[in-house]
């Protein structure tokens, strides 16, 4: 069984940073792109980043681009959001997202972490 | 790619028959999902490429479309079908999404 299971939420200052981490099991996780997804407290959801298998290759959009990074380790079955310059507009539910092959789209998800970003 | 997805809010009894829509602000060929969200549960892919349905989705859900227009319909409601609908595109990097709609037993 796929499970994906998000850790390191909590609540943030603006202008702080926080790493969310993701502990994939049930799949060979190396062989899958995997992706970070929010939704905003009333709001819809947002793709936040991708990375590729090997890690070398990362996308992100203009909303999150230069303060967020994402990155893997396939040792350890593991995804991480690192977090940087963090604004209220931030505060969010955190998904992790395994993509399927070959296309922007969710095969699964976690269940979710939530960052809340205030004073 | 803005993604305008309509009813937000249905209501609708156990039996009956319901349609969510999605509309892409340009074409996106097939290249649309659809997710199902409930309270303490993961979301679930229902449909991908407009019209497949994922494996382990009931065959009482259905998408069709392509381009710009896309339909989700659901026939003969069973009570674990109430929940939240989301659509979304992938033939454009960012990926978007619709902005959901929340289907409710009446």
């Known amino acids: 069984e796929v499970q994906l299971v998000e850790s390191g939420g909590g609540l943030v200052q603006p202008g702080r940073s926080l790493k969310l981490s993701c502990a994939a099991s049930?799949?060979?996780?190396?062989?899958?792109?995997m992706a970070w997804v929010r939704q905003a407290p009333k709001k819809g959801l947002e793709w936040v980043a991708t990375?590729?298998?090997?890690?070398?290759?990362?996308y992100y959009p203009d909303s999150v681009k230069g303060r967020f990074t994402i990155s893997r380790d396939n040792a350890k079955s593991s995804l991480y959001l690192q977090m940087n310059s963090l604004k209220s507009e931030d505060t969010a539910t955190y998904y992790c997202a395994r993509r399927n092959y070959g296309y922007n789209y969710v095969g699964y998800w976690g269940q979710g972490v939530m960052v809340t970003v205030s004073s | 790619v803005q993604m305008t997805q309509s009813p937000s809010y249905l209501a609708a009894s156990p039996g009956e028959s319901v349609s969510i829509s999605c509309k892409a602000s340009k074409s996106i060929s097939n290249n649309l999902a659809w997710y199902q969200e409930k309270p303490g549960k993961a979301n679930k892919l229902l449909i991908h490429?407009?019209?497949t349905l994922q494996s382990g989705t009931p065959s009482r859900f259905s998408g069709s479309g392509s381009g710009t227009d896309f339909t989700l319909t659901i026939r003969s409601l069973e009570s674990e079908d109430f929940a939240v609908y989301y659509c979304?595109?992938?033939?454009?990097?960012?990926?978007?999404f619709g902005s959901g709609t929340k289907l409710e037993i009446k």
């Open positions: 979304q595109q992938y033939n454009e990097y960012p990926p978007t």
């Open positions: 990375i590729s298998t090997s890690g070398s290759r990362t």
């Open positions: 490429s407009g019209s």
């Open positions: 049930g799949f060979t996780f190396s062989n899958y792109y």
